[in-house]
C-alpha cells in the first residue's frame, strides 16, 4: 500500500483544470489537424525534417526525442517531433 507522501496530487489550475489534464487538451488539440500525419516512420522524419538519422538515433537515445516500437520499426509522434524541433538551440547570426 502506498504511503500518503507518495499519493499523487492534482491541483485544479484557475479553469478547474489540473495541468496533467490541461497538458493532455493541449497536446490533443496540437495533432488534430489533418494537414500533417499523426505519426512517421524515420524515414519520413528524415525527408520532413533534413535531419541526419544518426542525430535523430542520438536525440532517441538521449531521450530527447520519444520513439514508439510497431514491430521492428520507429515511429515518431507528430507533437513529440514539434516539441523536438522546438526545444533545438536558436541559431544567433553575427552580421559583422
Not at 67 to 92: C, M
Request: glycine letters at 6%.
Amino acid at each position: 500500500m502506498r504511503s500518503a507522501q507518495h499519493e499523487r496530487v492534482h491541483t485544479p489550475n484557475a479553469a478547474g483544470k489540473t495541468n496533467g489534464e490541461a497538458r493532455r487538451r493541449h497536446r490533443r488539440a496540437r495533432v488534430s489537424s489533418p494537414s500533417h500525419p499523426l505519426a512517421m516512420t524515420l524515414d519520413t522524419v528524415i525527408e520532413f525534417t533534413g535531419i541526419r538519422r544518426t542525430a535523430l538515433f542520438d536525440a532517441m537515445r538521449e531521450g530527447r526525442l520519444p520513439a514508439r516500437k510497431v514491430g521492428t520499426r520507429n515511429i515518431i509522434l507528430y507533437a513529440d517531433l514539434v516539441d523536438f524541433l522546438e526545444s533545438l538551440p536558436v541559431r544567433e547570426v553575427n552580421y559583422d
